[in-house]
């Protein structure tokens, strides 16, 4: 296992009561680098959005907790977000909201000439998702799938 996935199943093993306990989702956590920065990222959601006072709430009650464990070695900022509106479908809860919703998918290679979909997300399983798109139903194995959030038209 990579010393990131390490890094952030030791986060959400830690940060997990403290989400449940305000009653909020923990959506994900992640440790990034961008440029030269080390980011520790966990993203929180509840009915009705989050708050920029919940995510301060959860950061404050965390950040006690990382100083006492100190379990990551690198330099890192440590941030609570909101997913926001583009959230990626993750984990079987965001596939079960998404169901007979629009979503669209960008795909790692070209499939029928292509790397990006969107249509109605019809079913889902442990390995492939299907969408019907222009009433036709294309199925996409999980591994071709490089993105899959909720459709979002501006």
Do not use: H, Q
């Not at 992640?30 to 708050?51: M, N, Q």
């Not at 890192?76 to 959230?87: D, K, W």
């Amino acid at each position: 296992m990579s010393r990131s996935k390490n890094y952030e199943d030791k986060t959400t093993e830690l940060i997990m009561p403290i989400v449940e306990r305000m009653g909020f989702e923990l959506v994900d956590v992640e440790f990034v680098k961008e440029g030269s920065t080390w980011y520790l990222r966990a993203y929180i959601d509840k009915e009705g959005g989050i708050s920029v006072n919940d995510c301060e709430a959860v950061a404050r009650e965390m950040n006690e907790i990382l100083d006492r464990e100190d379990y990551i070695e690198e330099s890192y900022i440590f941030e609570v977000s909101s997913p926001g509106l583009g959230r990626p479908l993750k984990k079987e809860k965001d596939y079960v909201r998404n169901l007979n919703k629009m979503v669209e998918i960008r795909t790692y290679r070209m499939i029928e000439r292509r790397k990006e979909f969107s249509g109605i997300l019809k079913a889902y399983d442990k390995d492939t998702v299907s969408i019907v798109e222009d009433d036709n139903e294309i199925i996409f194995n999980k591994s071709d799938i490089a993105l899959i959030r909720e459709y979002i038209d501006f």
